[in-house]
């Protein structure tokens, strides 16, 4: 059994990897140099293959060099022009992290490694990819319908191409369900998995000593998955690792109100039982929606507020979810949801989700 694959750096592949391994595949690896800022990916991946040659398991590495094509590319993870966007996972905001039509080079590559090893080696070969139903709505190259024009296209185009094929174990899973099964492959291989997930990053913004700021979108999904994992993540962070977890739950819960319409515990926020004196940001656009003189405490668990503030234009709209006919307030700037807004004997009362909002003092 042979497979050859894309090995980033980043914990997808590098679950990927031990599980070919778990398998009973002999693995050969490529490694992309493209002009990333998160270079110190390709150092962690070949600390892994050092790690896994020490333990017993050979598997063949190269690092194709590729910045100098892909350097016309315009993306903020080459160019160092274009900041690199923090939160939670958001389509817009995430668009700036694409590399043009990157998987597509990859795939290329891979594809003429795998067949070349076949025509080689005289064997089938399986290009096996990481890619995981997750990252689908942020990534289009991340399909698997892209994967499986492209496969027809390479067919199509290459001598011997039956002597390949593509091997996607993980297409149905998700970063929590990679960890798990890493679990198990490091259990069968008796590898430790902590020290072969410390050799990966997945943030695209280190500081100068490679440790992760643990804000960025991908980030977020990495800290949460090893939350649910109920596993403390390996990796170096800038910050400890209870910070880091308390960042990543708020981006999540941030994430559900305001683009899920959801609603946080009563209770349990920030500004609750908060009366300084200031003005309420919208926690994603940054406009500012309350004043501290409109905040008063109306029992409920949540912010009130009696009033808008007088540039804020809180878009209004009829909500006749959960069996009641409510007024939900959105942002006017960007649409995201806040909370609701009830008219009561003593006065218009909004009830605004703390996560929702920024508070800036005076
Ligand atoms: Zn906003």
Redesign the pocket.
């Known amino acids: 059994m042979r497979a050859v694959m894309a090995l980033s750096g980043g914990m997808d592949s590098t679950g990927l990897l031990i599980r070919l391994l778990a398998d009973g595949y002999k693995v050969s690896c490529i490694s992309y140099e493209y002009g990333q800022k998160h270079n110190v990916e390709l150092e962690r991946a070949c600390a892994n293959i050092k790690y896994l040659e020490e333990n017993g398991f050979e598997v063949e590495h190269r690092i194709v060099d590729l910045s100098s094509a892909m350097s016309i590319f315009h993306s903020a993870l080459t160019s160092e022009d274009i900041e690199i966007p923090e939160g939670h996972y958001e389509e817009e905001q995430m668009k700036a992290t694409v590399v043009p039509n990157r998987n597509a080079i990859f795939a290329s590559i891979v594809y003429g490694y795998a067949l070349s090893v076949a025509i080689r080696e005289n064997i089938d070969v399986v290009i096996a990819l990481g890619v995981h139903s997750g990252d689908h709505a942020i990534y289009p190259d991340c399909r698997p319908e892209f994967y499986d024009s492209l496969g027809e296209a390479f067919a199509i185009g290459n001598w011997d191409s039956e002597k390949v094929s593509f091997h996607l174990p993980y297409i149905d899973g998700d970063k929590e369900s990679i960890l798990r099964d890493s679990l198990i492959s490091c259990k069968k291989l008796k590898l430790d998995f902590n020290n072969v997930f410390s050799n990966t990053i997945t943030s695209y913004n280190p500081d100068e000593q490679g440790r992760s700021s643990g804000t960025s979108g991908a980030d977020v999904e990495r800290i949460l998955a090893f939350h649910a994992i109920g596993r403390k993540d390996p990796v170096e962070y800038i910050t400890s690792w209870e910070t880091v977890l308390e960042g990543a739950l708020k981006s999540q819960l941030r994430h559900y109100v305001m683009k899920k319409n959801g609603t946080e515990r009563p209770f349990t926020g920030e500004y609750d039982k908060h009366y300084e004196n200031g003005k309420y940001h919208?926690a994603?656009?940054?406009?500012v929606l309350f004043t501290s003189e409109d905040k008063f405490d109306s029992g409920c668990g949540w912010p009130a507020f009696s009033s808008e503030e007088s540039q804020a234009n809180i878009t209004q709209v009829k909500d006749v979810t959960h069996g009641m006919v409510r007024i939900e307030v959105r942002?006017s700037?960007?649409?995201?949801h806040l909370g609701h807004l009830f008219h009561e004997y003593s006065g218009p009362r909004y009830c605004i989700n703390s996560i929702c909002l920024d508070f800036k003092g005076e």
């Open positions: 919208c994603d656009c940054d406009k942002c700037e960007c649409d995201s």
